[in-house]
């Protein structure tokens, strides 16, 4: 309670607003910064949505994304910074510089791996998304909803519960995101756009990394990779291969998957995911990233071959697998 009431205050005595989400943003992400940008905008506060990495394409298609910017330093003019969906301030990229110049932070997000790096941190991993959380913010802010806004909300609570399969799913987001929907969000329109606009590329790289593909700990531990070789060779970068990692997690022995995509050579994000009892975020924790006990991903940084640096990885997850069965 007191933790809403100083956001709430820290919002109103705000004119210029920066809300800022994740580098690398999924639908979450760019959902939350939109809808709260919108939602802030319709109480007369300047907001400039932005995040500090390129959006991957198909996002273009919701309204008002295109007003996402990347950092730049006129933004220190700024009252107050909200970040959202992000566990810390590497996760900000160029935001960064905007909080050690003394901005007022407020960091809104429910990875339970966050470090609570603003003036004030409304943090809870009881929430299925960050974009469930801005809902509820602008609900008790009283701000009027129309179609885009709703549609835009609904986007983050629909992606990061993966359409409502994931265990964060209780009663209240089907309240929510129902909510959403009466209020003109269009559930067929985020799934054509997010499920069913997929490049024959993405097929491509599938099949190069299904070739890949290593099954171990008697099934229960799936891996595959891609190097930046073979981004290139389809135009593609690692921005547009997102969630090969889930469908490494639905093969039915399975219960942790990693995929790993070479970004540049010398650096690979690995995702993480897992089904039934595997913490994920301690493995993302011990190798310097976060994110929730089912999803969780960090950024590796070696020199070498890519497989030779997940080896490390491999090996750290095949012991702790191995110790949570005993
Ligand atoms: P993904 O594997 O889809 O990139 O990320 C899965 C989850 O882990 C997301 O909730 C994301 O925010 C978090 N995550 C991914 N990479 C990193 C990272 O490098 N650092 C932190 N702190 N969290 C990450
Ligand atoms: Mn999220």
Same mark, same amino acid.
């Given at each position: ?30 959902? #939350? ?111 009027? *909803? ?72 008697? &099934? ?13 060779? *389809? &135009? ?13 997690? #639905? ?36 190798? &310097? ?7 969780? &991903? ?29």
């Amino acid at each position: 309670m007191r933790t809403m009431n100083s956001l709430m205050s820290e919002i109103e005595q705000a004119k210029k607003i920066v809300v800022c989400g994740h580098i690398m943003p999924d639908g979450d992400c760019i959902s #939350s910064v939109m809808s709260l940008s919108l939602g802030l905008e319709k109480l007369g506060k300047k907001v400039t949505p932005a995040i500090d990495w390129e959006i991957p394409s198909k996002f273009y298609e919701f309204p008002h994304v295109d007003k996402i910017i990347p950092y730049s330093e006129e933004l220190q003019l700024s009252d107050l910074l909200i970040v959202v969906d992000a566990s810390s301030p590497d996760r900000i990229g160029g935001f960064q510089s905007l909080m050690k110049s003394g901005i007022r932070t407020i960091v809104i997000d429910h990875h339970k791996t966050n470090t609570y790096f603003g003036n004030v941190c409304w943090v809870d991993p009881k929430y299925s998304s960050t974009a469930q959380m801005v809902y509820h913010l602008l609900k008790l802010l009283d701000v009027n *909803y129309d179609e885009e806004l709703a549609l835009l909300n609904y986007l983050g609570i629909a992606t990061d519960t993966g359409f409502f399969r994931y265990s964060s799913v209780d009663a209240s987001v089907f309240e929510d995101a129902a909510d959403l929907v009466r209020q003109g969000a269009r559930p067929d329109v985020v799934s054509r756009i997010i499920l069913d606009s997929r490049r024959i590329e993405e097929f491509y790289l599938e099949r190069e990394a299904l070739a890949k593909l290593k099954l171990c700990c008697d &099934g229960k531990f799936a891996y595959s990779y891609l190097e930046k070789e073979s981004f290139d060779k *389809y &135009g593609m970068t690692t921005n547009d291969f997102i969630g090969f990692v889930g469908e490494l997690r #639905s093969i039915n022995t399975v219960e942790v998957a990693m995929f790993a995509s070479e970004a540049s050579k010398g650096e690979a994000h690995v995702s993480l995911r897992s089904k039934c009892y595997f913490d994920v975020s301690e493995v993302a924790l011990a190798f &310097g990233g976060g994110g929730h006990e089912r999803a969780a &991903g960090f950024t590796l940084k070696y020199e070498g071959e890519l497989l030779k640096a997940i080896k490390e990885v491999i090996e750290f997850i095949e012991e702790r697998l191995r110790d949570s069965e005993n």
